[in-house]
């Protein structure tokens, strides 16, 4: 196990690294949240489809089942921290798999919604509405994707291939952790703000 | 100022995971419920009480989150300075498109 010298703050510094990252992510969102909200009011689509906007085009029930899967996985990935700290690895790995298929069916869902709008709705890039829905609930699902791929990467480390975690070691599930919990919190306020308000 | 070692042996000491999960859940069932019932005519409450409720909501659940799944809770709270600070920033920068 590698030991890093703790910076003069007392904190960990791949920890400190993974928040400061979170921080510039929150930036970014607010700009694509901001970009949803003032464009996708505006746009002549309302008129096409007879609704005041594209929002009606959304499918609630599914939405909201899949920000169930996505809780779901949140929830299997502290179930995964705390089963290393316990030391308890049969736990630990069936948490990270169970994330794992959380975390792609949740990508699935999204997949089947696009695929939904786009060719049974008509809805394209091409209107405001259209553009800044999916410019915003994509980048979400890219970084669901970009998770989902470190995920792959920590569970071949689970199962022992490249190393391993330990009671000890840790700090790799953590830092996973916080990203997914991250995006877990992004996806909890769109679900409101872009199917419901 | 809790040091490194305090922090991660609170950090050991984890929250009822499960009955966060389970609030998070019926907080994101009773917000679609609402929100189905009112699409139906099933209930007539302003659209912009079931928008303040749809955010106020909302940013509980994600602070449940932050509080207990990344342990800002329990952990160094220079973590939640570091965090904080740029949700700040988006809500005055939410604030000035409005004017």
Redesign the interface.
């Known amino acids: 196990m590698t030991v890093y010298p ?1 910076p003069s ?4 510094n791949r ?2 690294g993974m ?2 990252f ?3 992510e ?2 970014f969102f ?2 694509l949240i ?1 970009n949803f ?2 464009l996708s009011k505006q746009d002549p689509l309302g008129t096409f489809y007879g609704v005041d906007t594209g929002r009606e085009l959304l499918n ?2 599914v939405t ?1 089942f899949n ?2 899967v996505l ?2 996985s ?2 299997t ?3 995964a921290l ?1 089963s290393i ?1 316990g030391g308890n690895i049969l736990q630990f790995r069936a948490a990270l798999v169970a994330t794992l298929a959380f975390g792609s069916l949740f990508i699935g869902i999204q997949m089947y919604e696009y695929f939904q709008l786009i060719v049974h709705e008509g809805l394209n890039m091409s209107t405001l509405f259209g553009a800044t829905f999916f410019t915003l609930t994509g980048f979400h699902g890219a970084h669901v994707f970009g998770g989902l791929i470190w995920l792959t990467i920590i569970l071949f480390k689970a199962f022992g291939v490249m190393g391993g975690f330990s009671k000890e070691d840790y700090m790799g599930i953590e830092m996973f ?2 990203y997914w ?2 995006v ?2 992004v996806w ?2 769109l ?3 872009v199917y ?2 | ?1 809790s ?2 070692h305090e ?1 991660e042996s609170k ?2 000491k ?1 929250p009822n ?2 009955v ?2 389970i609030a ?2 019926v907080l ?2 009773t ?2 419920t609402i ?2 019932m009112s ?1 139906n005519g099933i209930i007539a409450w302003p659209r912009a009480t ?2 303040g409720l ?2 106020a ?3 509980t ?2 602070v449940l ?2 509080l207990f ?2 342990h800002l809770k329990i952990d ?1 709270y ?2 939640s300075i ?2 904080g ?3 700040v ?2 809500l005055i ?2 604030a000035l ?1 409005l004017i």
Do not use: R
Not at chain 1, 9 to 12: A, H, I, K, R, V
């Open positions: 703790p703050l007392g904190l960990d920890k400190f928040w400061t979170l921080a510039s929150v930036l607010a700009v901001a909200l003032v609630i029930p909201a920000t169930f809780l779901t949140s929830f990935v502290v179930l705390k700290q952790g916080l919990h991250f877990d919190i909890l306020l679900f409101s703000l419901l308000i | 100022m040091t490194h922090t950090l050991h984890h995971y499960f966060v999960f998070l859940a994101t069932a917000i679609t929100e189905l699409q079931l928008n749809y955010l909501m909302s940013i659940k994600a989150v932050a799944y990344m160094s220079i973590y570091l965090f600070v740029p949700i920033f988006a920068f939410f498109l």
